[in-house]
């Protein structure tokens, strides 16, 4: 083929320069892609710094929040207002409802849930009621008290109406209360049933093993039940697990437990469970003495007025009719009180004749430190050992005893100080020189109208011993852990004895949690008649 002229050939430059043309185009695209997409990412941190430190203030703000209790307490707050008119508010609903006008009590209602509502929220949020929010709230509940009001609701309706309602508040809580103590204290009377169950394992192995029968005829004629060289402690209860704690708490501090000896008197019910126990488990040697109450046989109507009095009909219908009458203390009406055993302390010389000095204890103890020191105190020829309790007020002479009777009120200091059982040495040597039971007898038939003082032993007792006891370190016995929730750790493991007075007794399930252990350490667990019993 022939080729072209010169002249008539296509320009070569202008095609190159075309292709530079497109090659820098495509260069400064993606610089400029690049670009942009540097400066989007500055931008994107740039925004992202400002959006945290704004979160960080935010959750700080929002941590420390608003004081709510001040907010509301402040003259010029919405939230004070708000409260105040919705208190305000809720007296005329009830006063509405009483005038069967429903549908404004209905809209009270409602505006009260909402302000409460707006509250709530502000309480959340950490933030003050702002005027939008409580403006509309206020107006229209200012609107409905004032539609009560013009309802014939006035000030002074609305006062008389409240004050009856805090009056009938007033009654009910009271009812409560007595109803409260009520079951409560027939809780404490309530036979746990572990116990129960452990009574009737006891009571079989005393009517079936003749062989606990022959050792307690071979034990009861001991000679070191009369040694007034030894160390002697009487308890009298019908509650076999409460004593076996006190006595084995006794001998577990006692420096030489060999050395003691334990009187324990008990009903007819109870005596073949009291031997049954004491007499197959071991005590450390100690000597332990189960006597059945229904065999002292002196003890009866003619010689002591106080069993006399408890089997009068009225006093057992006073126990045991009901609880109908609210004005009578309930702690007076314990049936514990008709139990023959919780009279006993005051014939103590005559069920051992032959003892010089004795510690007395209750079965609700629990025995933290040797006792046989008290055995060596002066009691300054007192009869009666005791920790006073007048530390509190109401524990003196005339919160037991009725002072506007001249019998009482011409013999007796009313600002005398109080003390308790539960924890006491008595001189029985002392005891037969002052002739104090002779005292103790006076004293019940001078009250057997009950006019003297109410139903216990204490009363009688602060008679019978005043000038006759003598005041021990506070140490020796502390009280309260029955009712009392407040009492000091340290005092009470400072102390020789802890005392379960009250109704929340240590073995039952209302005991107060945190002085239970101090009661179970000293309660055989692993025994297997406790343990079927448990889990029966």
Known sequence: MRRRAAEYRRPVRSRRFSYWIWALFGLFSIAGLVLFVLHHKQNEDRVEQPVLENNERFEQVAHEGLNFTEDILSARSFSRQLAEQMTLAKAYVIIAKEHNNLHLAWELSTKIRSCQLLLSKAAMRGESVTLEEAEPIIKSLSSLIFRAQDAHYDIATTIMTMKSHIQALEERAYAATIQSTVFGQLAAEALPKSLHCLNIKLTADWLKKASIQVLADEKRNSPRLMDNNLYHFCIFSDNVLATSAVVNSTVSNADHPKQLVFHIVTNGVNYGTMQAWFLSNDFKGSTIEVQNVEELSWFNASYAPIVKQLLDPDSRAYYFGGYQDLNVDTKLRNPKHLSLLNHL????????????????????????????????????????????????????????????????????????????????????????????????????????????????????????????????????????????????????????????????????????????????????????????????
Request: hydrophobic share 40%.
């Open 345 to 536: 302390r005051f014939y103590i010389p005559e069920i051992y004749p032959q003892l010089e000095k004795v510690v007395f204890l209750d079965d609700d103890v629990v025995v933290q430190k040797d006792l046989t020191p008290l055995f060596s105190l002066d009691l300054h020829g007192n009869v009666n050992g005791a920790v006073e309790t007048c530390l509190e007020a109401f524990h003196r002479y005339y919160r037991y005893l009725n002072f506007s009777n001249t019998i009482i009120s011409s013999k007796f200091d009313p600002q005398a100080c109080g003390w308790a059982f539960g924890m006491n040495v008595f001189d029985l040597i002392a005891w037969r020189k002052a002739n104090a039971t002779a005292r103790y007898h006076y004293w019940q038939e001078q009250n057997a109208d009950g006019t003297l003082w109410k139903l216990g032993t204490l009363p009688p007792g602060l008679l019978t011993f005043y000038g006759l006891t003598e005041p021990l370190d506070r140490r020796w016995h502390v009280l309260g852990l029955g009712y009392d929730l407040n009492i000091d750790n340290r005092l009470i493991e400072s102390a020789a004895v802890i005392h379960y007075n009250g109704y929340m007794k240590p073995w039952l399930k209302l005991a107060i949690g945190r002085y239970k252990p101090f009661w179970e350490r000293y309660v055989n667990q692993s025994h297997p008649y406790l343990q079927d019993c448990v889990t029966s």
